[in-house]
């Protein structure tokens, strides 16, 4: 019995970091945009070039093990060098990867990170194999776990994720769930069959805005609360609030020197989804989930500094920090 099988993405990751970009602000209709720009018709020099591996699948698995519990990973790759280094990550920490699927003809996803020296990043991303994944091609004898966590899908893999759904409903496994831009730009109803099926639902502010036609943190509560008990919104330095049908739980990011912030959306969602199984506790959850996304946004990579429960339990003790509670009115 696992305690979380996570589905979703799983990518080999390059970082390529360069002095030579600079930051150009546009205005449109739909408000201020930050693009980084490159000079056209030059050879620009890489001062350093690291390979990792990410996803939304590996990042939370590995995220979820190092805290203490057991894991499963699934995702659709190919089956050359890149997949058999996804997996040689993954076991590194732990995580059962006999659930992955493997197509012969499939290729693995795969993202360039192009980093500047204000560390303002850009990601080049090749899904592959990513949103090809098929219900039937998942052992579902092997699905026996107390937790899904989703993270986001498209094209095939998205119907995957809703039989998914109403697979947990009739055995009694509960769902956490991490939309991106891609699905709450599609609005609330796309993802309606998952989502009633959920019980902790976490995106950031402006995807939880695309999703509900809010722009006010407790409209959103209200529109999302109609549908799942928990709600998990993130805002960046602002911190993250939490709604349990009753009251909000808000706090506050740490004043810290950002790096570069790859997979900080899925050690916050990962690590709240863990303090919850670990106390069923928000505000318990809130500071796991702030403390190990503070951890991964001071280093470069999605895994590199995601920390053990140990760990997470050292620094926040070292932070203490205070939680809002509020009822939504």
């Known amino acids: 019995m696992y305690d979380v099988i996570t589905i979703g993405s799983s990518t080999v990751d390059v970082f390529a970091k360069t002095k030579f970009s600079e930051v150009i602000k546009i205005m449109d209709s739909k408000g201020e945009t930050d693009l980084l720009a490159y000079p056209t018709g030059s050879k620009i020099l890489i001062e350093k070039l690291e390979f990792t591996t990410g996803g939304g699948a590996t990042n939370t698995a590995v995220a979820l093990s190092r805290l203490g519990h057991k894991v499963a990973c699934i995702s659709k790759s190919g089956c050359g060098a890149n997949a058999e280094k996804i997996k040689r990550h993954l076991k590194k920490d732990k995580v059962d990867t006999s659930l992955m699927v493997c197509s012969k003809n499939g290729r693995t996803g795969y993202s360039i990170i192009l980093d500047s020296i204000e560390h303002d990043r850009t990601i080049l991303a090749f899904k592959g194999s990513n949103n090809d994944l098929k219900f039937n091609e998942i052992n579902l004898k092997k699905l026996k776990t107390k937790w899904f966590y989703f993270s986001t ?106 790096i570069e912030t790859t997979g900080a959306g899925d050690a916050f969602a990962s690590s709240f989804l863990s303090g919850i199984i670990k106390k069923n506790n928000i505000e318990f959850a809130l500071k796991l989930a702030r403390t190990n996304a503070e951890s991964v946004i001071q280093h470069h990579g999605a895994k590199n500094k995601l920390l053990t429960y140990k760990e997470a339990l050292k620094v926040m003790k070292k932070y203490p920090s205070r939680i809002k509670k509020g009822l939504l009115r």
């Open 153 to 258: 899908m498209i094209g095939k893999s998205f119907k995957t994720l809703e039989k998914l759904a109403k697979f947990a409903e009739k055995k009694g496994i509960k769902i956490a769930f991490n939309a991106s831009q891609y699905l709450a730009e599609k609005g609330i109803n796309y993802s309606k069959d998952i989502l009633k099926r959920t019980n902790i639902f976490i995106l950031n502010k402006e995807e939880a805005s695309l999703m509900t036609k809010r722009n006010k943190i407790e409209d959103m509560f209200k529109t999302l609360g109609k549908l799942v008990k928990i709600i998990v919104i993130t805002d960046g330095k602002n911190g993250a609030s939490a709604y349990d049908g009753k009251y909000i739980y808000t706090i506050k990011s740490n004043n810290i020197k950002v």
